[in-house]
């Protein structure tokens, strides 16, 4: 390790060269490189974290570059994995630094987490942040969270032993909200300064704890807001009624999707599309107004403006399974809730890029 590399940090009179060999012999797995990820790794590995790991199954959309400031234009369509590495290597060359290029499940978390020292959840669902948070209290692993809805963001740590209890995610947020009624950053928004404000106070959390610092947000939530700069810290504690796994076979057995009622509704490609439509009762639903182009080319197509679906809902009777489009996703998400609230039944997806998806 070339000390003279962080000396800036390493002459903070609380720091010095001891906090920095911790750091370099210290292993970190960040869950989810968007957002929040990417923040939190250049902060992680420009200050010389010695292991970093990476967990995103997702490649990069066109959409997420004006807030995930590690990606470029050319890396449009790449997998989100494997350019981090590329572009964090040029940061830092000294550390090592760990792709997994795959969806965490509750079939691979356990074996994921168990070599690093502390894992970030820098995740934007509700299913896998409550299965990330039940792998690591299990394993005993810290858990460094936060998330962001609109101008506002929350962060916290979990699993560390202070005043004899041990809090985690479940003790400030036992039950999962309705699906229907949080919306993530596709369809609420989120400005890129937001979320590299929240991923720095994120990243900070996970040097505090390297450097075992007394002031981490153990046993407590930090609330920011990024529009009028109003913060407020909120104590909680350990509860009394664990409503988590208790044991590694129940946590295998527990359904996340489930108990967060949040299914995966969307088609990713061309390939998935056709194979939906090839099911019998099926159709292509284009909820974009008459006039947005390009037409698409598809014979089990038709168009039903998102603004004129509920008074067309008849029309949707015959069929079993609907897969809805529209320019970038969004739209064709809120047809997807508006539909499943009347027909519960029917098998309802949508396009989760968009027209893009299906251009060849």
């Given at each position: ?14 720091f010095?060269?001891?906090?920095q060999e911790k750091?370099a012999?210290?292993s970190v ?8 990820g ?9 200050t010389?974290?010695?292991?970093v ?15 995930q ?13 494997i350019?981090a ?15 997994f290029?795959?969806?965490i499940?509750?079939?691979n978390?356990?074996?994921?987490i ?5 894992v970030?959840?820098?995740?934007d669902n ?8 039940d792998?690591?209290?299990l394993m005993?692993?810290?858990l460094v969270y936060?998330?962001?809805f ?7 740590v979990f699993?560390v032993?202070?005043e004899?209890?041990?809090t ?17 950053c ?8 937001h979320?590299a404000v ?5 990243a900070n959390e ?18 920011f ?5 109003e913060s407020m810290k ?10 988590g796994?208790k ?9 996340y999707?489930?108990f ?15 194979s ?10 284009d ?6 182009q ?7 197509t ?8 509920e ?8 069929y079993t399974?609907?897969?809805f ?5 969004a739209?064709?998400q ?6 499943k609230?009347?027909f519960?039944?029917?098998e309802?997806?949508?396009?989760k ?8």
């Amino acid at each position: 390790m070339n000390l003279n590399r962080y000396n800036r940090q390493i002459i903070l009179p609380d720091f010095g060269v001891s906090a920095q060999e911790k750091i370099a012999h210290s292993s970190v797995l960040v869950v989810g490189a968007g957002g929040l990820g990417c923040p939190v790794l250049q902060i992680l590995v420009s200050t010389g974290v010695g292991v970093v790991g990476i967990v995103d199954f997702d490649t990069i959309e066109l959409e997420n570059l004006h807030r995930q400031s590690l990606y470029r234009e050319q890396d449009v369509g790449l997998p989100k994995v494997i350019t981090a590495v590329e572009h964090l290597s040029k940061i830092n060359s000294e550390i090592e630094i760990i792709a997994f290029q795959e969806m965490i499940t509750g079939k691979n978390v356990l074996s994921m987490i168990h070599n690093f020292d502390v894992v970030v959840d820098c995740t934007d669902n509700f299913a896998t942040r409550y299965l990330l948070n039940d792998a690591c209290y299990l394993m005993k692993k810290p858990l460094v969270y936060a998330s962001i809805f609109q101008n506002e963001g929350q962060v916290s740590v979990f699993n560390v032993e202070k005043e004899n209890q041990i809090t985690n995610y479940r003790d400030l947020f036992p039950v999962p909200p309705n699906q229907n009624e949080v919306p993530n950053c596709n369809e609420a928004g989120v400005l890129p300064a937001h979320s590299a404000v929240i991923g720095t106070f994120q990243a900070n959390e996970v040097i505090k704890l390297l450097i075992d610092s007394p002031e981490t947000l153990i046993h407590q939530l930090l609330v920011f807001n990024t529009k009028n700069y109003e913060s407020m810290k909120i104590n909680f504690k350990e509860s009394t009624e664990k409503s988590g796994p208790k044991t590694i076979q129940e946590f295998l057995n527990f359904n996340y999707n489930e108990f967060c009622n949040s299914f995966d509704n969307s088609i990713k490609s061309h390939q998935e599309l056709i194979s939906f439509l090839n099911q019998n009762n099926s159709i292509l639903i284009d909820v974009r107004e008459s006039d947005e182009q390009p037409k698409i080319a598809l014979a089990k197509t038709l168009e039903i403006p998102l603004s004129s679906l509920e008074q067309n809902l008849n029309k949707l009777n015959c069929y079993t399974s609907i897969c809805f489009v529209c320019a970038s996703g969004a739209r064709s998400q809120k047809a997807l809730k508006l539909l499943k609230s009347h027909f519960p039944d029917k098998e309802i997806k949508h396009l989760k890029s968009g027209i893009k998806s299906i251009q060849q």
